[in-house]
């Protein structure tokens, strides 16, 4: 079994900050790549940003420059500090993960149940 545990989420003030954490724990053989969707009402889930086992990153246009992703290859987790945020930034964050579960699997994604971000004032 894997499991993807979420933390971080809540309501923050417009231009306020949180960090949003992904804990992978389970049967893993090795973590590929790293990432972060969301979930806005009414909308489809789209990508916020991915990070690599090598550390290579990628952002949606919506927010670069005012969010970074991060991983602890040791612990396996990802973060994702969010900064400047913004009403429209409002949704439900997923945190997706690839992973190997043996030397003799190939490479599957799993999801995490998704936490609530909401800015508002």
């Known amino acids: 079994q894997v499991q993807l545990v979420e933390s971080g989420g809540g309501l923050v003030q417009p231009g306020g900050s949180l960090r949003l954490s992904c804990a992978a724990s389970?049967?893993?053989?090795?973590?590929?790549?790293m990432g972060w969707y969301r979930q806005a009402p009414g909308k489809q889930r789209e990508l916020v940003a991915s990070?690599?086992?090598?550390?290579?990153?990628n952002y949606a246009d919506s927010v670069k420059g005012r969010f970074t992703i991060s991983r602890d290859n040791a612990k396996n987790t990802v973060h994702l500090q969010m900064n400047s945020l913004k009403p429209e930034d409002t949704a439900v964050y997923f945190c997706?993960?690839?992973?190997?579960?043996?030397?003799?699997?190939?490479?599957?994604?799993?999801w995490g149940q998704g936490t609530q971000v909401t800015v508002s004032s």
């Open positions: 389970g049967s893993i053989f090795s973590i590929n790549a």
């Open positions: 997706n993960v690839w992973m190997r579960r043996s030397t003799y699997s190939s490479a599957q994604d799993y």
């Open positions: 990070i690599t086992s090598g550390g290579v990153t």
